[in-house]
């Protein structure tokens, strides 16, 4: 017995899979997607093939799938049928028969009818997906199939997780249920929004069971403080001399499940050849659903691929590849909380389970999580950096700071380096010893990285990047950096060159961007020499983690002849402001314009052929709404103007460097007494003063130079 999965007001739109009603205008009325989020105001028309046409009132006609509309669009689109077919009969038609059927037939005639090579070629594409390896369906493919035998994911009602099971019978007439024998031997019933078919090549959904957490030793937990005096002590840790090179190859992955699956994390086992690519569900029929796929980095292979926790956030795959650690959200804990998995086979197994914000289990936002061996674990919290041993679960050491961002471990494994809001630290990774700090202008949103020597340490800042020398603490270089993604990190290619957001190839020697590697990635992770990217191509789903050996043969550094502008060079300032534009302190736009010229290194003089030009100006005229609270949750509205604000530095009036903010009204205001929301708005800074007091770079290349120094990394590799 075969059912095809639709809801009845779906079922008249395959009815007309040969056939097509006739126009036959209807009322004017608001039409919604199945979301609710889009609307339109149209007349219906008729339905062809399962397309419903609609006529808008400016003439122009619209086709959309039934099954794309609301509930209550379909439901209106049941009856309209139903009027057409008992009140549209023309009397002088002699050719109307007695039970002309419309389309509109009950439901066995219909599963009969889509059991034919309709329904054949649904579940031929269905196997099709199954083979390759996805896990879902897009929105615009056909319902699934199911038939008595087949094996299911089902869904209750009100359940939370997805469920393996074995489809034994369907309910009859027009709303089809189908009964489901679970694995534990229970019996639900699911509609169409609660079955998917079974993928043989993932495991099984994985789930903390029952959401019980062991209890964590804390007792003989160590924290590590700075005392002063001298620290441990730092020698650089490089990597082993005579280490085993390999040859990483290209990986392709699994296509896209659907067309919202993101990539949730990229894990590499240390030292290993093995990596474990997350990808997360965003929306769609599997939304919050995950799967990890296992790769062989030296054969290019994907291993395996198993579900993963639902609404996954971050991964970490041990050292010898045996184990998975990984943070989802879990039933009431919004951040958390940890989860270690034993992996092998065709499913995860779960192992242990903590919360590692244990005074505060509903808001320790995981920042990062990572093995230090196949035993022991490190995340990073809100309130900063713990080692677990994972059998305990038991704390060996705590590094409290403010602003703890994702570690670098030296080449040799032995050390490890922290950004915090203070600046850097190094520690050795056994015992937590703090080994140095190095204090730094500012610390905030520090991302660090280790030198393939060990003994430089590059950290991103506001708009560039700091090396240091992790020897002296002295700053050996600072290079701007303003277009890269540091979102994605940091890292050493070489001695000589730092890789920013896996974009921007800063040059030590240049003190410079050098060349730039523009991509899409949706992760970027170094490893044994080269820089993996993981791609997806939007049109065909497919997806890949390439390496790439950079920097490539084509990056020379930058000689100062080729130079635009270079530290040194005489920089005149004009001003084209709107507004006051009076800092702080007092500070003129020219003074602060004329300051972030100095400090890049400029001679700043009343007139040049280079130029720093500071722009505020009035934009578009725009209307925003307000949620008012206290006001039983009315609705406010106002209009306001953006402002604009530039800074470019040109060269004989030639552009070779420009910054653009756009300032909008704030999404939250709070009003003062009798004030409107108009007047808040107005009694907002009328301008951005700080943006004038913006990092300036001290070295550029003409713009035509600057594009010969571009590549771009795609799924089909460097172009």
């Known amino acids: ?126 196997a099709m997906r199954r083979h390759r390896g996805a896990s879902g369906r897009s929105g615009d493919d056909d319902a699934p199939q199911f038939n008595e035998g087949d094996e299911v994911e089902v869904k209750p009602f009100a359940a939370d997780n997805w469920q393996r099971g074995v489809v034994v019978g369907f309910s009859e007439g027009p709303f089809v249920k189908a009964f489901v024998r679970l694995d534990d031997g229970s019996m639900v019933e699911a509609d169409e929004d609660g079955l998917r078919p079974y993928d043989p090549t993932i495991g099984a959904l994985a789930g903390v069971a029952k959401d019980k957490l062991a209890r964590v030793n804390l007792k003989g937990i160590r924290r590590i403080v700075p005392l002063g005096g001298n620290e441990g002590g730092f020698k650089p840790d490089p990597a082993p001399a005579g280490e085993a090179a390999w040859n990483p190859k290209p990986v392709g992955l699994n296509p896209k499940a659907e067309f919202h699956e993101h990539v949730a994390g990229l894990s590499f086992a240390k030292g290993g050849t093995t990596a474990a690519v997350a990808h997360q569900q965003r929306m769609g029929r599997q939304e919050d659903e995950s799967r990890i796929e296992f790769c062989d980095l030296k054969s290019g292979r994907v291993t395996g691929v198993v579900r993963g926790p639902r609404k996954l956030q971050k991964i970490a795959i041990s050292p010898n590849g045996k184990r998975l650690a990984t943070i989802s959200e879990a039933k009431t804990f919004i951040d958390g909380p940890v989860q270690i998995w034993e992996v092998g086979g065709e499913e995860l197994k779960h192992l242990n389970s903590w919360q590692v914000s244990g005074d505060d289990p509903h808001n320790g936002k995981i920042e990062w999580l990572g093995w230090l061996d196949d035993g022991r674990l490190m995340t990073i919290d809100r309130q900063g950096l713990t080692v677990w041993a994972v059998d305990g679960p038991s704390g060996e050491y705590q590094i409290m700071g403010d602003g703890v961002k994702a570690p670098s471990f030296s080449p040799g494994g032995k050390q490890f380096a922290v950004g915090t809001d203070n600046g850097m630290s190094i520690h050795d990774a056994a015992s937590g010893e703090l080994l140095t700090r190095i204090k ?280």
Not at 605 to 612: A, E, I, P
């Open 1 to 126: 017995m075969t059912r095809q999965f639709l809801p009845t007001s779906l079922l008249i739109a395959l009815a007309f899979h040969a056939a097509s009603i006739s126009p036959v205008r209807a009322e004017t009325r608001t039409w919604s997607d199945s979301t609710g989020k889009f609307k339109i105001e149209a007349d219906f028309l008729e339905i062809v093939e399962g397309q419903v046409k609609l006529q808008r009132p400016d003439g122009k006609r619209v086709s959309l799938p039934l099954a794309k509309l609301s509930k209550g669009d379909q439901a209106y689109l049941k009856e309209e049928m139903k009027r057409r077919r008992n009140g549209g009969a023309d009397p002088e038609n002699p050719f109307q028969t007695e039970g002309d059927d419309d389309g509109i037939g009950g439901a066995p005639e219909m599963g009969r009818d889509m059991a034919g090579p309709r329904a054949r070629s649904s579940q031929m594409r269905d």
């Open 440 to 719: 730094m202008d500012h610390g905030f949103n520090r991302q660090v990285a280790f030198s393939p020597s060990g003994k430089l340490l590059a950290a991103t800042g506001m708009s560039g990047v700091d090396v240091y020398d992790a020897t002296t603490g002295e700053k050996v270089m600072d290079a701007y950096a303003g277009n890269s993604r540091s979102d994605m990190g940091i890292c050493w290619v070489d001695e000589e060159h730092v890789l920013v957001g896996g974009q921007e190839l800063i040059h030590l020697p240049s003190q410079m961007t050098v060349w730039t590697y523009n991509h899409h990635a949706e992760s970027v992770v170094p490893l044994a020499g080269r820089v993996w990217y993981v791609f997806s191509d939007m049109g065909s789903g497919s997806m890949a983690l390439l390496p790439f050996k950079l920097p490539h043969s084509a990056v020379k550094p930058v000689t100062e002849k080729e130079l635009a502008l270079k530290p040194g060079d005489e920089v005149s300032v004009q001003l084209e402001v709107s507004f006051d534009m009076t800092g702080p302190n007092g500070e003129t736009a020219e003074d602060q314009l004329k300051k972030s010229l100095t400090e890049a290194g400029f001679k700043v003089v009343d007139s040049s052929n280079k130029k720093l030009v500071g722009r505020a100006t009035p934009g578009e005229s725009k209307e925003i709404g307000y949620r008012m609270f206290g006001r039983d949750f009315d609705t406010e509205k106002a209009n306001y103007q953006e402002r604009v604000f530039e800074l470019e530095l040109l060269v004989d009036d030639q552009s070779v460097w420009k910054r653009r903010r756009v300032w909008n009204a704030p999404f939250h205001i709070q009003l003062e007494k009798d004030e409107t929301v108009e007047q808040a708005i107005q009694r907002l800074p009328a301008a951005d003063t700080g943006f004038f007091r913006s990092t300036v770079p001290s070295r550029l290349l003409p713009t035509e130079a600057e594009k010969a120094r571009t590549s771009q990394l795609t799924i089909n590799g460097m172009e």
